[in-house]
């Protein structure tokens, strides 16, 4: 297996089992309807981990845009190998997402709530607040990648790293996912979107493109942040990139306190 279809595998089966779990708690007529937040957080964290043990020694398991691009910056992933990752992540999520709605087919008709439906694909503020919810993007996103670079130079087992990255998804999304529902990955937002927006859904509602650029550029900030600042830390070298990246974090959390302080 090629590593374009290691990711596209992986990110496929991290849509399936992460939007699976929010379409179990938000359909009607689930077992699991309501199922609550620490459902979700704790599924999406052993997707992250199912998806890496999948495919990890095949293509190294980023199965998001920016670890992808967080890992080219930092210097350990070829620039040249990008495009065919996005691409197979972005795809990947769509399929996952398709299968999703295919598995819960009956549900679909049966839940009254458009946004519900929405939700199940994507994600939503739960304050629309543009600037506010782009730093908390790019917050959540700069914990992960930072910490899937500092695992990765630890001498962890191998074997159990997986289980690490995903126990810090996990803890991002308890601690930090509460504003945006955490998408931190641009394939696991916009594929799923994506689909959404083409598949025959019973009942649904706009896909809310006006919103879906902010899970697209605020992890890929915090992506770039979060190998920023490894650099700066454990390398200790900041380049010119780095200097520009912590420069536009900057900007973004002004303007998100002026907004609110003029709200």
Same mark, same amino acid.
């Given at each position: ?70 890992? $080219? ?7 040249? !190998?990008?495009?065919?990752? %996005?691409?197979?992540? &972005?795809? +990947? /999520?769509? @399929? ?49 990648? $930072? ?7 630890? !001498?962890?087992?191998?074997? %159990?790293?997986?289980? &690490?990255? +995903? /126990?810090? @998804? ?94």
């Amino acid at each position: 297996m090629t590593p374009f279809w290691g990711e596209f595998i992986g990110t496929m089966l991290l849509i399936l089992l992460g939007d699976g779990v929010v379409a179990g708690i938000l359909l009607k007529s689930s077992k699991a309807e309501n199922g609550g937040w620490i459902v979700i957080t704790l599924a999406w964290g052993l997707a992250v981990t199912m998806a890496i043990y999948a495919v990890g020694q095949i293509s190294g398991a980023h199965l998001n845009p920016a670890v992808t691009l967080g890992l $080219a910056a930092e210097g350990s992933f070829p620039w040249e !190998k990008v495009p065919s990752y %996005l691409l197979a992540q &972005v795809l +990947g /999520a769509m @399929v996952g997402a398709k299968l999703v709605w295919l598995h819960y087919l009956p549900h679909w008709s049966r839940t009254e709530d458009p946004s519900a439906k929405l939700g199940v694909f994507c994600t939503a503020p739960a304050i629309r607040s543009t600037w506010s919810n782009l730093m908390s993007e790019t917050i959540g996103t700069f914990v992960l990648v $930072a910490g899937v670079l500092f695992i990765g130079a630890n !001498k962890f087992t191998e074997g %159990l790293n997986p289980i &690490v990255v +995903g /126990a810090l @998804v996990v803890s991002i999304g308890m601690s930090l996912g509460g504003t945006t529902g955490y998408a931190i990955n641009p394939a696991r937002d916009f594929g799923p979107r994506l689909a959404h927006a083409l598949l025959p859904i019973a009942g649904k509602g706009g896909s809310d493109w006006s919103y879906a650029w902010v899970p697209v550029v605020g992890p890929i900030i915090g992506g770039l942040l979060g190998a920023a600042f490894y650099c700066a830390a454990f390398k200790v070298q900041c380049q010119p990139w780095a200097w520009a990246v912590f420069l536009v974090f900057i900007a973004v959390a002004w303007l998100a306190y002026f907004k609110e302080k003029k709200a």
